[in-house]
């Protein structure tokens, strides 16, 4: 049996969604005949609250002594400190890096004085292109730089070939996480004439992600006399400033704050769900959304989310929406509201969705193919 090849895997921190990708994907990259490590640029960051035990670990991997740091509210680069060291260690037969960090500028310029292939894995779309113009010619540059490229999905495929990519070089890698734990959950049913239509929404509460829009929504149904509740799930910055936002628009006992809410808690979060809000205003992909489909609830889910193009079949498992426009959100939660059968059916077919083409099974296909081309 030929030796396994070395393929070294460059990324951020540990996540309690990766690490099951990791694990399937050591399973997977064997039978193509290459051996993965995971480097990880340091073991976290502020932002992060969640904590992930040594035994979830199932592949091998390196934590470098990276820093944070931090650029913006919502914005903390890596400096990858100790990579180029780690990849002259493990002598890698192939890199695959996550997005245009530093830590994929100096695997670049190890794989090229090495002379082994630089694949690039990123969800980064058209909608939040880089403004500054050193930034994107950055991106060009490695993308030039890269023989392969894995993408989140169809809009993250389509920036790399805009960027330069040849399109027969780009594998999509659905972002995905453990469905199987949402799978399982009982999926939406319709509210009886008495209970109200139950929301959830679940994210960072930063201005990006405009969570406003589903309080205002709200405020708006409620006017429409449709009997409507929304669970907000989450922490940031704007916490404070969405609460008085529910006070003002008058349904502040329709709005509840569930504060942080680890992995367990958000499966009993989805659980207790009629239909689920995504309101982002900027997001290259949206593992929510995923989450709530795999749950089997419906989903409005933001025009402006990488996600949505490739999940939501309209009126099928769900809606894609401009939450700005109050009007539409609340015609579609009227839909939701006065078709019995609606919600358990989009339920039901969001679920399906998921489990057809967005596991963690079909993105390892494309981490398979890639591998296999070199």
Not at 84 to 89: C, G, M, Q, S, V
Not at 245 to 265: I, M, N
Not at 276 to 283: A, I, Q, S
Request: glycine share 8%; charged share 30%; hydrophobic share 40%.
């Amino acid at each position: 049996m030929d030796a396994l090849r070395p393929l070294v895997v460059v990324t951020n921190i540990p996540t309690p969604y990766r690490v099951p990708l990791f694990n399937l994907l050591d399973r997977r990259l064997r039978t193509a005949g290459w051996e993965l490590e995971v480097v990880f640029g340091s073991r976290g960051n502020r932002r992060r609250r969640w904590r992930i035990p040594p035994e979830a670990y199932g592949f091998r991997h390196h934590f470098l002594e990276g820093r944070n740091v931090r650029l913006a509210r919502e914005r903390i680069v890596n400096t990858y400190g100790g990579l180029t060291r780690r990849l002259k260690e493990r002598e890698p037969a192939g890199i695959i890096c996550t997005g245009y960090s530093a830590g994929t500028m100096a695997a670049a310029r190890y794989a090229r004085r090495a002379g082994i292939p630089l694949a690039i894995w990123s969800g980064t779309t058209e909608s939040v292109q880089e403004r500054a113009w050193w930034r994107r010619r950055q991106r060009r540059w490695l993308v030039g730089k890269s023989n392969a490229f894995l993408a989140y999905g169809t809009e993250a495929r389509r920036y790399l070939v805009a960027l330069g990519a040849p399109a027969e070089r780009v594998f999509i890698a659905w972002n995905t996480v453990d469905t199987s734990r949402f799978d399982r959950l009982a999926g939406a049913h319709t509210p009886d004439r008495y209970e109200p239509l139950r929301l959830l929404t679940v994210g960072y509460l930063e201005r990006r992600k405009r969570v406003d829009t589903a309080i205002r929504a709200v405020a708006a149904a409620v006017e429409q006399e449709l009997d409507v509740v929304l669970d907000i799930a989450g922490e940031g910055s704007e916490r404070a400033a969405l609460e008085g936002l529910a006070r003002d628009c008058g349904v502040a006992d329709r709005v509840r704050f569930l504060g942080y809410q680890d992995y367990d808690a958000l499966q009993a979060a989805y659980a207790g769900a009629h239909a689920f809000l995504f309101t982002t205003g900027r997001d290259i992909w949206g593992l929510v959304l995923v989450e709530a489909m795999a749950a089997g609830l419906p989903c409005l889910s933001s025009i402006r989310a990488g996600a949505t193009r490739d999940l939501v079949l309209e009126g099928e498992t769900g809606y894609a929406v401009d939450f700005d426009d109050t009007d539409a959100v609340v015609e579609r939660l009227a839909r939701l509201r006065r078709d019995p059968g609606r919600i358990e059916y989009m339920g039901n077919e969001a679920r399906n969705r998921i489990r057809d083409h967005f596991t963690l099974d079909h993105s390892g296909r494309g981490w398979v193919k890639l591998v296999r081309e070199w």
